[in-house]
């Protein structure tokens, strides 16, 4: 894992700012303290930072072929490297090294772009063909791994976290209000948009294939494959069987590394799940870490620390204390831009346990989005059962009333809240599911936001990311729409960044064995009623691993790596939040109104609503605006 840089002319063969690209790359020191490299030459800069974990001593970067001709800066991992430098090699290919790298330049100049389609592996990376003038850049299917790019005065500028780009002198830091919109809408700022108007990000699944002269174009090269039709009549011990032999599979390939690996152990099924195949691949030593709560209702520790047992590893925890106050402002420049998942702490935590023992730690993310695993799902499936058999019509004649009416009763037990599930039952199934995941409602956006930033959308709405994804695509069921927006936007724009950034924070690498392709794709096939049934979610991986996890860890209620922020607010971070909400970041920013920031602080401290979610966007959207306003 690394971090990686560059300056490319799109116009000409203008001089490279090689005080400039160091900048950028040191900027990025954190994602691989163990070296760095450059590549000079007129109209193209490449750097790079290392951290190293396969052939330590050659797999230096930049990275060339042959005559020099072809140089690559690479992120990430191919963890099927070894079979495709074989097929190189019978193709005349010369090796001078044993790492990942050098096998992006061979398929490169074997395949082209097509060469994309060959690797099994996150990554992020750029190659400059000198011979056919032609810069490519590609990111992994899944977007496990970054990457922002701008246009800059006729200069292609990019790296791995925002910081890079923004090194740049001319670089524009206009916000874009659309994007704002979409962070209270999201918690995070959803791909290709950042935060800023002129800056993107690299897509996941796409790449650029750019020549002197040519606009920039995207273009996409996979999609998860939940819009085609699911296996029919399958042998469900054969699929259990097969899931087993799967997820191993994909575990092993990412246990291979010179240096020390562990893994995430939150005491959910999906790290669980790596874990225990961890321990039947005959892994003798396994370090395992994990973070807990001081607040019971919070606290997972206690399963972690069964599978540890049972699975006989080497178990490190620690405990997050909610008075840890300066790590608020440390992840404002973790992040880069506005980021409200509050997860971000233990996750941050636990990356700093793990590096204390570990260079490479494997992870359980993507479990839920393959499997059905989030509490959504299952309220999505009971609405749209009744969706399916009322018209439009006739549900928004009966239960958009009764969702404007009903009160919104955060503090009544969860089977009186019902304010929500009856206004998605007045929407269609995209705008339901929108309605349920959003930070904050239509409603409460349009009294958050100022009169006058309300005029800079134009009338811009966050559901035009949704309907964006699924425009022109067909899904057997509701639930298949909902896991393709997840893996479109929730996962790489949430999840994967929060763990990205927060592990190469600590300059750790993360793998994530749920999330190899064919094993998502494998996962796709198989028929919802699998994964969701009855009520129970990841019904078909419980299943398969009742052998080898105990049933508490199994069938428990799932938790999530929540954090207690409703709590916090009402009392050690009270004044915190108080402070945040009166700054002037907020105030004079002309984005908000001021009035109904008082109210919903006054609302949430009094008990009367729960409005952390919003608060905590908010908190967070104010270290982000106190971060420019000293840049």
């Given at each position: 894992m690394c971090g990686i840089t560059g300056l490319v002319d799109l116009r000409s063969e203008r001089q490279v700012s090689e005080q400039l690209l160091r900048a950028m790359n040191d900027s990025l020191f954190h994602r691989g303290p163990d070296g760095e490299g450059f590549h000079l030459e007129p109209g193209v800069g490449f750097g790079h930072r290392r951290l190293s974990i396969i052939d330590l001593e050659g797999g230096k970067q930049p990275l060339?072929?042959?005559?020099?001709?072809?140089?690559?800066?690479?992120?990430?991992?191919?963890?099927?490297?070894?079979?495709?430098?074989?097929?190189?090699?019978?193709?005349?290919?010369?090796?001078?090294?044993?790492?990942?790298?050098?096998?992006?330049?061979?398929?490169?100049?074997e395949w082209g772009v097509e060469c994309l389609k060959r690797f099994n592996g996150m990554f992020s990376f750029a190659i400059w063909d000198r011979n056919k003038r032609t810069l490519f850049i590609a990111r992994d299917r899944l977007g496990v791994k970054p990457l922002f790019y701008a246009e800059v005065d006729g200069w292609l500028v990019f790296g791995s976290e925002l910081k890079a780009v923004l090194k740049h002198p001319n670089v524009s830091r206009d916000i874009d209000p659309t994007a704002v919109e979409d962070y209270f809408t999201f918690g995070y700022v959803p791909d290709p948009k950042t935060i800023y108007r002129n800056i993107k990000k690299l897509e996941p699944g796409t790449y650029i294939c750019l020549q002197r002269g040519r606009p920039i174009k995207v273009n996409r090269y996979w999609?998860?494959?939940?819009?085609?039709?699911?296996?029919?009549?399958?042998?469900?011990?054969?699929?259990?069987?097969?899931?087993?032999?799967?997820?191993?599979?994909?575990?092993?390939?990412?246990?291979?590394?010179?240096?020390?690996?562990?893994?995430?152990?939150?005491?959910?099924?999906?790290?669980?799940?790596?874990?225990?195949?961890?321990?039947?691949?005959?892994?003798?030593?396994?370090?395992?870490?994990?973070?807990?709560?001081?607040?019971?209702?919070?606290?997972?520790?206690?399963?972690?620390?069964?599978?540890?047992?049972?699975?006989?590893?080497?178990?490190?925890?620690?405990?997050?204390?909610?008075?840890?106050?300066?790590?608020?402002?440390?992840?404002?420049?973790?992040?880069?831009?506005?980021?409200?998942?509050?997860?971000?702490?233990?996750?941050?935590?636990?990356?700093?346990?793990?590096?204390?023992?570990?260079?490479?730690?494997?992870?359980?993310?993507?479990?839920?989005?393959?499997?059905?695993?989030?509490?959504?799902?299952?309220?999505?499936?009971?609405?749209?059962?009744?969706?399916?058999?009322v018209p439009l019509a006739l549900r928004q004649a009966i239960f958009g009333p009764l969702g404007r009416w009903y009160p919104k009763l955060d503090w009544a037990p969860r089977m009186f809240r019902a304010k929500t599930t009856l206004q998605a039952l007045a929407r269609t199934t995209v705008d339901a599911y929108l309605h349920g995941i959003s930070l904050s409602s239509d409603e409460m956006r349009g009294r958050l936001f100022s009169a006058q930033f309300k005029r800079q959308l134009q009338g811009y709405s966050s559901r035009e990311v949704f309907h964006d994804h699924v425009k022109d695509k067909t899904f057997e069921d509701g639930l298949s729409m909902a896991q393709y927006l997840d893996f479109k936007t929730y996962l790489p724009g949430d999840i994967l960044t929060k763990v990205d950034r927060a592990s190469m924070a600590h300059s750790l690498e993360v793998r994530t064995p749920f999330l190899d392709y064919e094993f998502v794709e494998w996962a796709s096939s198989l028929p919802t009623d699998l994964k969701l049934h009855h009520g129970t979610g990841k019904y078909v991986l419980k299943e398969s691993l009742r052998k080898i996890l105990p049933n508490e860890v199994l069938f428990r209620k799932k938790m999530g790596f929540s954090v207690p922020i409703d709590v916090w607010f009402r009392g050690s971070l009270n004044e915190h939040i108080r402070k945040a909400m009166q700054a002037p970041h907020l105030r004079d920013s002309s984005i908000f109104d001021a009035n109904y920031l008082d109210l919903i602080l006054r609302q949430h401290v009094s008990g009367q609503r729960n409005h952390s979610a919003a608060l905590w966007s908010l908190l967070m959207f104010e270290g982000f605006m106190r971060s420019q306003a000293v840049a």
């Open positions: 060339y072929n042959e005559d020099q001709s072809v140089v690559v800066t690479f992120n990430g991992e191919i963890f099927n490297f070894i079979e495709v430098e074989k097929e190189l090699l019978s193709r005349g290919h010369i090796f001078r090294t044993r790492c990942d790298t050098e096998v992006i330049v061979h398929a490169w100049e999609d998860v494959p939940l819009m085609e039709k699911r296996q029919a009549g399958v042998d469900f011990f054969g699929i259990q069987q097969e899931l087993r032999d799967r997820l191993k599979e994909s575990v092993r390939k990412r246990m291979v590394a010179d240096v020390p690996l562990g893994a995430f152990l939150s005491g959910g099924i999906d790290s669980s799940a790596v874990v225990a195949m961890m321990r039947e691949l005959g892994n003798n030593k396994i370090l395992t870490c994990s973070i807990g709560f001081k607040e019971a209702q919070y606290d997972e520790s206690l399963y972690a620390k069964m599978v540890a047992d049972v699975k006989h590893t080497d178990h490190k925890a620690e405990t997050v204390d909610s008075s840890d106050y300066s790590l608020l402002d440390k992840l404002v420049g973790i992040y880069d831009e506005p980021y409200a998942d509050s997860s971000a702490i233990p996750t941050y935590r636990v990356c700093e346990l793990a590096r204390k023992y570990v260079t490479v730690a494997l992870s359980g993310d993507g479990g839920d989005e393959s499997f059905i695993g989030y509490r959504r799902y299952r309220l999505m499936a009971m609405e749209e059962s009744l969706r399916s058999k």
